[in-house]
Nanobody
Framework: QVPLVESGGGSVQAGGSLRLSCAAS????????MGWFRQAPGKEREGVAA???????RYADFVKGRFTISKDNAKNSLYLQMNSLKTEDTAIYYC????????????????????WGQGTQVTVSS
């Protein structure tokens, strides 16, 4: 397992920006796929963005052009830059990692990623 610790959540007004960070205890250069997911109250968890070992990124349609996923292998960290935030982006955001190379690396709900952080709250107010 890969312990993951998120940080950077908080409260922001609509139109604002936040940057989430995720610290991994393993070399991120060795992790096949890492991603960000979110879960809003009363809703299922959904994928937001993913990045593979080579740096290829994929996004859910609802964040394209607003969110950017990146990683810094020197710091073993994953990031999510969120711009133009909307009230509907309010959720708990989770960092996840997956070593199973059978599945393509994208922010998929199933099969689920293998390792998860505890989550960080993002609240966007109007």
């Amino acid at each position: 397992q890969v312990p993951l610790v998120e940080s950077g959540g908080g409260s922001v007004q609509a139109g604002g920006s936040l940057r989430l960070s995720c610290a991994a205890s393993e070399f991120t250069s060795n992790i096949y796929c890492m991603g960000w997911f979110r879960q809003a109250p009363g809703k299922e968890r959904e994928g937001v963005a993913a990045i593979d070992r080579d740096g290829t990124t994929r996004y859910a349609d609802f964040v394209k052009g607003r969110f950017t996923i990146s990683k810094d292998n020197a710091k073993n960290s994953l990031y999510l830059q969120m711009n133009s935030l909307k009230t509907e982006d309010t959720a708990i955001y989770y960092c996840a990692a997956d070593h199973d190379t059978v599945w393509p690396c994208y922010p998929r709900s199933r099969p689920a990623f293998g390792d998860w952080g505890q989550g960080t709250q993002v609240t966007v107010s109007s």
